[in-house]
């Protein structure tokens, strides 16, 4: 059974930095992706930063030059680290996987394995 338990959100002032966690138990695919949504009150989820088995990586437009997505396979963990924070970027923020390679950030409903989310607040 795949379960994803992310962890390392808090509050912070803008400008500050955050690293968030994900660790993936039972999830060992040669080659899927993972991927950090967030979701704000009101507001749909949307896709904040992709990574593929190989390393490539994809981000929002909202988030390109402040937050990196890596992983270590040895540990069966994906990171996101947030820099220079803005008070728009708090949300609650999920890991995501799937089996399926070539799924986008787009593709938010079809991504089969989540976890339960941790709260990020940035205050001005």
């Known amino acids: 059974q795949i379960q994803l338990m992310e962890s390392g959100g808090g509050s912070v002032q803008s400008g500050g930095s955050l690293r968030l966690s994900c660790v993936a138990s039972?999830?060992?695919?040669?080659?899927?992706?993972m991927a950090w949504f967030r979701q704000a009150p009101g507001k749909a989820r949307e896709g904040v930063a992709r990574?593929?088995?190989?390393?490539?990586?994809v981000y929002a437009d909202s988030v390109k030059g402040r937050f990196t997505i890596s992983q270590d396979n040895a540990k069966n963990t994906l990171y996101l680290q947030m820099n220079s924070l803005k008070p728009e970027d708090t949300a609650m923020y999920y890991c995501?996987?799937?089996?399926?390679?070539?799924?986008?950030?787009?593709?938010?409903?079809?991504?089969?394995?989540w976890g339960q989310g941790t709260q990020v607040t940035v205050s001005s």
């Open positions: 995501a996987a799937d089996r399926r390679w070539w799924l986008l950030l787009t593709n938010r409903n079809e991504y089969n394995y």
């Open positions: 039972g999830y060992h695919y040669k080659r899927g992706c």
């Open positions: 990574i593929e088995s190989d390393g490539s990586a």
